[in-house]
C-alpha cells in the first residue's frame, strides 16, 4: 500500500507562470514532510520541508502548503524558470521512524 | 546545506564480482544512514537503515547476505553488493540523517552500478 502518493507523473508549465506540485498521504501520523528535487543520475537535492505543526512554510520562489485534515500538501513555485525542470519527489516521515516514505515523483518541464 | 559524498560515481563489473560504494557526511556526523536504490523512471526504494555501531536494519525482500552494510564511524557507511549479477545493475543512492537542526536528511548523488 502506498502511503504517499503523488499522482499526476507530470506537469508542464510556462516560464513564469505557477507550478503546483501536489501530493497525498495516507498515515495520519506522518508528522514531517520534505520535497526533494531530483535530476536524472543524480541523488535528490533537499528543496523545503513543513512540520505538521504548520500549514505553510515558505522558502524564496518555494512554498509548500499541508492540509492535514485533507492529508494533502502542494509545492508551489512561483516564478517557474527552465532550470527548475526535474523530477519532484514528496516524502514523508513519522515521529518514531527515521526513514522517508517517497513518493513516485513528478516529472516537472518548465517550457521558456 | 549538509554535503554527502559518494564513491564511487559509476562503476561497471563482471557477473559474480562485488562492488563497495561508500557514502560519507563531509561536515556533518551522520548516526543514521539510509541506502536507497531506483529503477528507471521509478521512486527511490529504502533497501536499508544504517546505524553507527550496530547492525543495519533491511526492509522486507532486501537480501542483508547480498547486500553487505557497515557503519563503521559517524562519517562512513558503506554498502556492498556481493556476487553481484546484472539484476543487480542500478542506481544506488544514500542519505544521512542530520539531527543539528530539522531532522532532514540529505542524499548523496548516487552510484550507477552496471554488472555485466
Known amino acids: 500500500d502506498q502511503q504517499v502518493k503523488q499522482n499526476s507523473p507530470s506537469l508542464s508549465v510556462q516560464e513564469g507562470r505557477i507550478s503546483i506540485l501536489n501530493c497525498d498521504y495516507t498515515?495520519?501520523?506522518?508528522?514531517?514532510f520534505l520535497w526533494y528535487k531530483k535530476y536524472p543520475a543524480e541523488g535528490p537535492t533537499f528543496l523545503i520541508s513543513?512540520?505538521?505543526?504548520?500549514d505553510k512554510n515558505e522558502d524564496g520562489r518555494f512554498t509548500v502548503f499541508l492540509n492535514k485534515s485533507a492529508k494533502h500538501l502542494s509545492l508551489h513555485i512561483v516564478p517557474s524558470q527552465p532550470g527548475d525542470s526535474a523530477v519532484y519527489f514528496c516524502?514523508?516521515?513519522?515521529?518514531?521512524?527515521?526513514?522517508?516514505?517517497f513518493g513516485k515523483g513528478t516529472t516537472l518541464s518548465v517550457s521558456s | 546545506g549538509a554535503v554527502v559524498s559518494q564513491h564511487p560515481s559509476w562503476v561497471i563489473c563482471k557477473s559474480g564480482t562485488s562492488v563497495k560504494i561508500e557514502c560519507r557526511s563531509l561536515?556533518?556526523?551522520?548516526?543514521?544512514m539510509f541506502w536507497y536504490r531506483q529503477f528507471p523512471k521509478q521512486s527511490l526504494m529504502l533497501m536499508a537503515t544504517?546505524?553507527?555501531?550496530?547492525?543495519?536494519?533491511?526492509e522486507q525482500g532486501v537480501e542483508k547476505d547480498k547486500f553487505l552494510i557497515n557503519h563503521a564511524s559517524l562519517t562512513l557507511s558503506t554498502l556492498t553488493v556481493t556476487s553481484a549479477h546484472p539484476e543487480d545493475s542500478s542506481f544506488y543512492i544514500c542519505?544521512?540523517?542530520?539531527?543539528?537542526?530539522?531532522?532532514?536528511?540529505?542524499f548523496g548523488p548516487g552510484t550507477r552500478l552496471t554488472v555485466l
Open positions: 544504517s546505524n553507527e555501531g550496530s547492525k543495519a536494519t533491511y
Open positions: 516524502a514523508a516521515k513519522n515521529q518514531a521512524g527515521t526513514a522517508l516514505i
Open positions: 513543513i512540520s505538521s505543526i504548520k
Open positions: 542519505s544521512a540523517r542530520d539531527f543539528r537542526g530539522t531532522d532532514t536528511q540529505y
Open positions: 561536515d556533518f556526523q551522520a548516526t543514521t
Open positions: 498515515n495520519s501520523m506522518f508528522d514531517y
